[in-house]
């Protein structure tokens, strides 16, 4: 599957960028991805092409226009107020970098040892309101109200020796996420489908029950009674929504309606939107830029899901050579 991806998002631009047989492939993705049993409705490929192509090029557009990379080194830190923001510490950076799985995992393999790396760094930017000491003036005030900022949960996306893989990569880990938003939203309707199906088998049993019991009398001249009238709006209402949210006839439909609709407005889904901030040396935000607090414009990642996460594309420079035993220091 990366093959389909290198293809996809590793040509150069032109018409031809995207061949028929790769957009096929990312559509088969799309259906494995959300719901196999599309490939049971006629011209599902069809109907997916022109969502799918837009999905791509919006994903193209998105992680190219990730740019600003930013080396995370000792040496950087002192030097880059986005550094002292994004960690506490130069020895807490290097502890993040330490614990991440997969840097660790690339370290790892043969020769990487000893090569730079490029990844994508995401963290949650915390936002907290707290009472703290300022200097108003001349006059030290206690009592504040302040706003504290501070980054959380560092990860690491899609570390490689190369920047262009990790892009590569990147576009993949988005595609899928499209996929996955899809997927959480037909697996909301099936849910109130479900609900529905549940609640229709109990008012059919007690629509049953009530005949049974002498409520009906298979007479069309004689009045039926107050409660059975009612369970039969009921259940009418019932199945009005039920095809609204896919019947039993057309519950598939619905699926491939709601995959369509995510991938053909990939943009409302996923995006990144400019986090501007001033931030002082102590983490407090502040309304006006120095040079203790310069203003700095970050990168956030959003989801149609209320997700948010600050990304920066990184490097990380080769670790240093251990020092070998009776080495003078």
């Not at 599902?44 to 080194?73: C, F, M, N, Q, T």
């Not at 330490?98 to 370290?107: E, Q």
């Not at 989801?303 to 251990?322: D, F, H, R, S």
Request: glycine share 8%; hydrophobic share 45%.
């Amino acid at each position: 599957m990366l093959k389909l991806f290198h293809s996809i998002f590793g040509g150069d631009d032109g018409a031809e960028r995207y061949p028929e047989s790769l957009v096929r492939e990312a559509i088969e993705r799309a259906v494995d991805g959300t719901d196999p049993w599309l490939r049971g409705l006629s011209g599902y490929g069809r109907k997916l092409r022109p969502a799918v192509v837009h999905a791509i090029d919006h994903i193209v557009a998105l992680v190219d226009g990730i740019d600003a990379l930013l080396e995370l080194s000792r040496e950087a830190y002192g030097g880059d107020p986005r550094l002292r923001l994004f960690f506490i510490s130069a020895e807490q950076m290097e502890e993040v970098l330490r614990r991440d799985p997969m840097l660790t995992a690339l370290r790892r393999g043969a020769g990487q040892d000893v090569r730079t790396v490029w990844a994508l760094l995401v963290m949650q930017c915390e936002q907290r309101g707290i009472f703290g000491v300022d200097l108003l003036g001349d006059t030290l005030v206690r009592d504040v109200p302040q706003v504290t900022v501070s980054m959380a949960e560092h990860r690491l996306l899609d570390p490689t020796a190369d920047p262009a893989e990790t892009r590569r990569h990147l576009k993949r880990r988005a595609f899928d996420h499209l996929l996955s938003l899809a997927l959480a939203r037909i697996a909301a309707v099936e849910d109130v489908r479900e609900d529905l199906l549940d609640r229709r088998t109990l008012l059919q049993a007690k629509h049953t029950m009530l005949e049974g019991s002498g409520w009906g009398f298979n007479d069309t001249a004689r009045a039926t009674s107050p409660q059975l009238d009612e369970v039969h709006g009921e259940l009418e209402k019932l199945e009005a929504q039920l095809f609204e949210f896919g019947g039993d006839d057309r519950y598939i439909e619905k699926h491939l309606e709601i995959l369509i609709d995510v991938l053909a407005h990939a943009e409302q889904q996923l995006w990144v939107q400019p986090l501007t901030l001033i931030v002082d040396r102590m983490g407090i935000r502040r309304n006006t830029a120095s040079d203790d607090a310069p203003k700095l414009t970050l990168q956030e990642l959003h989801n149609a899901a209320g997700q948010k996460l600050v990304a920066q594309l990184v490097t990380i420079p080769a670790p240093a050579p251990a020092a070998s035993p009776g080495s003078l220091h």
